[in-house]
């Protein structure tokens, strides 16, 4: 479903996710302020009602973004399904899975907040609940599932997160203010726990020197009376993701010209070079990158009768 490398894209379905998951954080926090019996003397309650009506509305909003974004975006493909229906994509699928729940919970939640008045206090009250399994959803799966999730500070802001909820929670059934700080402390101990132990994550490279993927393509040909122009497209998937087009102008018992390209993604920097030998399972390449660095391309693989295949592709500077 991609049509998109550009690193912008990118960018903007992590930014929007991060986002999404502050603002649900803030919307729990009001939500839970509202609930309980102490109240912010400074801030009426119809001016919360309205900030937390307002930060629910921008919460799907940068959702929507999110998966729009992931979805258009070449860097982790997915098809549509895998975008809605849980346990589809192939990428860490039990957290990809919550994420979708989450979201869909979410979805809920905002068709029972718009028809409220028609429905019974205690029905709407109770789905109300459901804020909390769409709050614990959304961290598991940015902790088991962002690209970011190692570093520093996403740690301290999902740590922050944490605390703030698990303390809202504690002073919302009345606990002591120790006990609603130990509980916040534990679950910033939890947190960096994981992150550090069981979904520890090391990023790919970002536009490595020398990698070796698995490659995955289709060929095309166009033959005139005197000159074919053959052309492969792949994705290479590995320590380094990257797309690679190949085309070859063929007169007969002779190459006319060829061109090359290497495209590394998420970055987009693109490797434009030709084509220096070709044989019946693959072809060597040379090309060099806009940052100046120069790597050697060796691709092999497998045609099939409709003109895919599968091979592998080795590059190095």
């Known amino acids: 479903m991609h049509v998109t490398t550009s690193p912008v894209d990118w960018y903007a379905a992590r930014a929007a996710g991060i986002a999404a998951y502050l603002l649900l954080t803030t919307v729990v926090c009001l939500g839970l302020t509202m609930a309980g019996r102490k109240r912010l003397e400074r801030w009426p309650r119809f001016a919360l009602e309205d900030v937390h009506r307002f930060g629910g509305l921008l919460v799907g909003s940068f959702i929507v973004i999110h998966v729009v974004t992931i979805a258009t975006d070449a860097y982790l493909p997915f098809s549509l399904a895998a975008i809605i229906v849980p346990f589809v994509a192939s990428y860490r699928p039990l957290f990809t899975a919550l994420g979708i729940v989450a979201a869909e919970l979410l979805l ?53 997160a944490v605390a703030a909820v698990l303390a809202a929670t504690a002073s919302r059934f009345r606990r002591g203010g120790v006990l609603a700080g130990g ?135």
């Not at 029905?123 to 599932?145: I, P, Q």
């Open 108 to 160: 809920a939640l905002a068709v029972t907040n718009h028809y409220r008045a028609r429905l019974p206090y205690h029905y709407w009250r109770r789905a109300h609940y459901l804020n909390f399994g769409v709050w614990t959803g959304a961290t598991v799966h940015g902790l088991g599932s962002g690209t970011d999730r190692s570093t520093p500070w996403l740690l301290a802001l999902f740590a922050a």
């Open 183 to 317: 509980i916040a402390v534990a679950g910033v101990a939890l947190v960096v726990l994981l992150a550090v132990g069981p979904l520890r994550f090391t990023p790919r490279p970002w536009n490595a020197q020398a990698f070796d993927g698995v490659l995955t393509g289709h060929v095309l040909q166009d033959a005139g009376s005197t000159r074919a122009l053959v052309s492969a497209a792949a994705t290479a998937d590995g320590k380094q993701r990257a797309l690679i087009r190949a085309d070859l102008l063929i007169e007969p018992h002779k190459l006319d010209a060829t061109s090359f390209q290497l495209e590394f993604l998420p970055s987009g920097m693109l490797c434009n070079g030709h084509v220096t030998r070709v044989q019946s399972f693959g072809f060597d390449a040379t090309c060099r990158a806009q940052d100046g660095t120069r790597r050697i391309v060796h691709a092999r693989w497998s045609v099939s009768p409709d003109s895919s295949f599968t091979g592998s592709l080795s590059v190095h500077a």
